[in-house]
């Protein structure tokens, strides 16, 4: 066995034999470090060069507010408020996703957990989101003010409306807000809806969330 000392199991080593060195991020003793680690002088791998994608946040946000700003200027009726929301929040959990695996990949296990955990706590909302979506936005009554409605849109748009509603559960309910934002004047992302007073004051209280 490489190791010299172990601690619990005979596979959780604590120290190593000569000619071995410790990985600590598994308690392994090995004939050589890992990719992007190094052996020190008392033969403990460390992390020598990390995995890094420099400005990745920073670049996506710059494209989303350049695309929301474009269309704007072209479109004024674009609701760029929610135009934002709903892109950078379903970039944002792609991002988190890809940070979640590049530090599982370089073993900051508490980094991910804490990752994880947001993950896990933004699916949460995303359910409680779709239950009131079933319960109040599906089963609204034709508006009396005229205008098409939102089954109207629902049943106009089948393919956009079943898109952003599969990529809101997948991502974040804030996709949700796509179909009302007016990005770039296309009708697709025109729904109107019964109760629209309550729709914004629930969205904006999960969002706050």
């Not at 004939?31 to 920073?58: I, R, W």
Request: aromatic share 16%; charged share 15%.
């Amino acid at each position: 066995m490489p190791c010299l000392t172990c601690e619990g199991a005979t596979d959780q080593c604590t120290t190593c034999q000569p000619n071995f060195v410790y990985f600590a991020p598994k308690k392994q003793c090995l004939t050589s470090c890992p990719v992007n680690y190094a052996a020190d002088a008392q033969s403990q791998c460390y992390l020598a060069k990390e995995t890094v994608a420099p400005f990745v946040t920073l670049i996506g946000t710059v494209l989303i507010i350049l695309l929301v700003a474009v269309s704007r200027c072209w479109k004024p009726q674009t609701r760029i408020y929610n135009a934002f929301l709903a892109l950078e929040g379903a970039y944002l959990v792609f991002f988190w996703i890809y940070m979640l695996v590049f530090l599982i990949k370089d073993y900051h296990k508490a980094s991910a957990t804490m990752i994880g955990i947001a993950l896990i706590n933004n699916y949460i909302i995303n359910l409680i989101w779709y239950n009131f979506y079933k319960e109040r936005v599906l089963t609204q009554q034709p508006n009396a003010i005229g205008g098409m409605t939102y089954g109207d849109y629902k049943n106009t748009y089948k393919c956009t409306q079943k898109t952003i509603l599969i990529f809101s559960l997948l991502t974040t309910f804030q996709l949700f807000r796509m179909q009302y934002c007016l990005l770039f004047g296309a009708d697709q992302y025109n729904a109107r809806f019964e109760l629209t007073g309550k729709l914004v004051k629930r969205m904006n209280r999960y969002s706050l969330f």
